[in-house]
């Protein structure tokens, strides 16, 4: 049997999973098993498809800030994805390629071996950082560029990865992290949602148990604002001069499944799980023009429709609005002390992180930052980075910001092209460990081997 490559990139919200000669296509799996109090069913990974109603979904995680802590969980959706369930896999013939925390801990990496090679009996694998997977990719196409003959990557880049724990800001020279330079901000996707949650519940109605719901409100409305205190007086203006006011439908998993924005109804594929890919993301989108596309709908609602919770539209209908939350909750990224933290926003921690880093190379991590994680997706995310950093950094260096179509994806795709691209082979090769070799060394080995990329 020919033998395949699975990239697997197991994020702590979603995993992304496909073979590396299938091109870019991949599939987006919840890593979570979720409990259904409507269904009474547990969901384990790709089966929340098939959950019909996605009201009051309890989740067991096996991320625990921003570390694999619940093996049990873990395990069980692993066991849907390399037992053929959820993807056609035949692990005695399968290179697998898989993800890993940053700074992981010893005794989780063995566990990774363990599983990897003694549970699931894979004939060799390797582990790499998300960062590490995003830096195999052709990053000066992100800024209209073609990469220099005779180079495999660029030399160095900053890689933003904003995902669902955490945000990570990693400093890369030549593939390998400076350890140095690496910076974390305690603020995650989840943490967004969580935020939004408690605002909801405190203005409008109890909503601390909609967390899968909420989540989508946020995917669907929220945004990074360029403009935060002039929007912030649009927000107290009347609705109909109000650009910023969105009114979302809430769905009642009965007779429509799915939420939508009132005059922008786009809604997405029926019975989808948390974090998929179905978000249309415009790395350049200007503000002015979200702004402007928002207009149409405030218009609809006359004097005082900012204080309605509850509306009827032929059969009953519940309607959220969503006014300055929109951009006020994404805010946390760039100002985590609006919520008590003390932390740096964003920016700051990209300057600061470069400033740990070699005089001699600031000025080419400047130009070379990247972004990536579920959180990138965010309309005016890159804007608002690329903003606030041209006003921190040195005068002397160019600050360039780039951001693929998908960047909930891009780590994957990196990993996919070492293991597919000729020029890579002779890395691919002295990074993979196969089971022959660990059944002789153990995870020393494992160690040893994927620790000499850092």
Same mark, same amino acid.
């Given at each position: 049997?020919?033998?395949? $490559? &699975? ?80 993807? @056609? ?15 992981? &801990? +010893? ?23 998300? +960062? ?13 560029? /073609? ?19 955490? /945000? ?8 390998? +992290? ?32 909609? /967390? ?19 929007? &912030? ?5 009347? +609705? ?13 998993? #009965?007779?429509?499944? $799915? ?30 023009? !979200? ?15 900012? !204080? ?19 951009? $006020? ?6 100002? @985590?002390?609006?919520? %008590? ?5 964003? =920016? ?6 470069? #400033? ?6 600031? %000025? ?8 990536? %994680?579920?959180?990138?997706?965010? =309309? ?11 006003? &921190?950094? @040195? ?10 179509? !998908? @960047? ?5 795709? %990196? ?40």
């Amino acid at each position: 049997m020919t033998s395949r $490559t &699975l990239v697997v990139d197991n994020g702590a919200s979603t995993i992304k999973c496909g073979y590396a000669d299938v091109g870019t296509t991949y599939k987006t799996i919840p890593n979570n098993i979720t409990r259904s109090k409507t269904e009474r069913k547990t969901f384990i990974g790709d089966q929340l498809e098939t959950c019909k109603d996605f009201s009051g979904l309890y989740y067991r995680l096996p991320f625990e800030k921003g570390m694999l802590t619940s093996w049990d969980v873990e395990k069980q959706v692993w066991d849907r994805l390399f037992t053929g369930k959820a993807l @056609p896999c035949e692990p005695s013939s399968t290179t697998l390629v898989i993800s890993e925390p940053i700074f992981n &801990l +010893p005794n989780i990496a063995t566990t990774y071996d363990q599983l990897v090679f003694e549970e699931y009996g894979f004939q060799s694998y390797t582990r790499l950082t998300a +960062p590490q997977m995003a830096m195999y990719n052709e990053i000066p196409r992100l800024f209209g560029q /073609t990469m220099t003959s005779g180079k495999k990557r660029v030399d160095c880049a900053v890689i933003v990865d904003s995902g669902y724990s955490f /945000t990570h800001i990693v400093p890369c020279w030549k593939g390998k +992290p400076i350890l140095v330079g690496i910076r974390r901000i305690n603020v995650g996707g989840k943490l967004l949602t969580n935020h939004l949650k408690e605002i909801i519940s405190f203005r409008y109605w109890n909503m601390m148990d909609e /967390t899968h719901l909420v989540n989508e409100v946020k995917e669907a409305c929220c945004y990074i604002s360029n403009n935060f205190w002039e929007e &912030l007086d649009i927000c107290k203006k009347s +609705p109909r001069a109000n650009k910023i006011l969105q009114h979302y439908v809430l769905p009642d998993y #009965s007779t429509q499944q $799915t939420g939508y924005i009132k005059g922008k109804r786009r809604a997405k594929k029926t019975g989808k799980g948390k974090g998929t890919n179905d978000m249309d993301v415009d790395a350049n989108k200007d503000l002015k023009n !979200d702004q402007d596309d928002q207009q149409s709908d405030a218009s609809d609602i006359g004097e005082g429709g900012s !204080d309605v919770e509850m509306a009827a539209t032929g059969e009953e209908e519940q309607v959220l609005t969503m006014n300055n939350e929109r951009f $006020t909750v994404p805010e946390i990224l760039f100002h @985590p002390s609006d919520i %008590g933290m003390e932390q740096a926003g964003i =920016p700051e921690a990209i300057v600061d992180a470069i #400033s740990a880093c070699d005089e001699e190379i600031q %000025g080419m991590l400047y130009a070379n930052i990247v972004l990536i %994680g579920g959180n990138a997706r965010l =309309p005016g995310f890159k804007k608002r980075v690329a903003n606030d950093l041209r006003q &921190l950094a @040195p005068s002397e260096f160019e600050v360039r910001v780039g951001i693929d179509k !998908d @960047p909930l994806g891009y780590a994957w795709k %990196g990993a996919t092209r070492l293991a597919t691209m000729d020029e890579f082979a002779s890395e691919f090769k002295n990074r993979l460990v196969t089971r022959a070799e660990y059944l002789e060394s153990g995870s020393a080995l494992c160690e040893s081997r994927f620790r000499s990329g850092v």
